[in-house]
C-alpha cells in the first residue's frame, strides 16, 4: 500500500473484460474485515488517466449477485463505480468485487499512480 486509502499497483491489463464486464469485475476484498469499501477506494486511489491524468469516481450502486463463500448466505453484489479523469468526455464503469481477492491491476486505457 502507497498509504491507508491508496493501493500501490505495478501492471495494466491486457484483458479488455478485466473490471468492464461483471463476469470479470476487479477483486479488492476486505468485506469480512469490513474494509470492503475502504479497498475499493483504495484501488480506485491507485488508478490514473491513460496520461497520468487525476481520476474522479462515484460508486453507481450494487449489483449483479453472484455466488460467494465470503458473502452473506452464499450471495455477494458488485459495485459499479462510474469513473472519468480531466479532458476525457467517456465515463467508464468499473465492476468491484468487495467479497474475493484476486491479483490487482489497472484496467485497460488506464494509467498506474506513480
Same mark, same amino acid.
Given at each position: 500500500?502507497?498509504? =491507508? *486509502? #491508496? $493501493?500501490?499497483l505495478t501492471e495494466i491489463s491486457t484483458d479488455p473484460t478485466y473490471g468492464y464486464h461483471v463476469n470479470n469485475p476487479i477483486k479488492v476484498g476486505g468485506v469480512k474485515k469490513n474494509e470492503g469499501?475502504?479497498?475499493?477506494?483504495? /484501488?480506485? =486511489? !491507485?488508478?490514473?488517466?491513460?496520461?497520468?491524468?487525476?481520476? *474522479? $469516481? $462515484?460508486?453507481?450502486?450494487?449489483?449483479? !449477485? /453472484?455466488? #460467494?463463500? =465470503?458473502?452473506?448466505?452464499?450471495?455477494?453484489?458488485l459495485d459499479l463505480y462510474k469513473v472519468t479523469w480531466e479532458g476525457t468526455t467517456d465515463t467508464f464503469s468499473i465492476y468491484i468485487n468487495? $467479497?474475493?481477492f484476486g491479483p490487482l491491476k489497472a484496467p485497460k486505457g488506464f494509467g498506474l499512480k506513480k
Open positions: 500500500m502507497r498509504n =491507508n *486509502s #491508496t $493501493y500501490i469499501p475502504l479497498n475499493e477506494r483504495r /484501488f480506485l =486511489n !491507485a488508478l490514473t488517466g491513460p496520461n497520468g491524468e487525476e481520476v *474522479s $469516481y $462515484y460508486r453507481k450502486g450494487s449489483c449483479c !449477485a /453472484f455466488k #460467494t463463500r =465470503n458473502g452473506y448466505l452464499g450471495t455477494g453484489l468487495m $467479497y474475493d
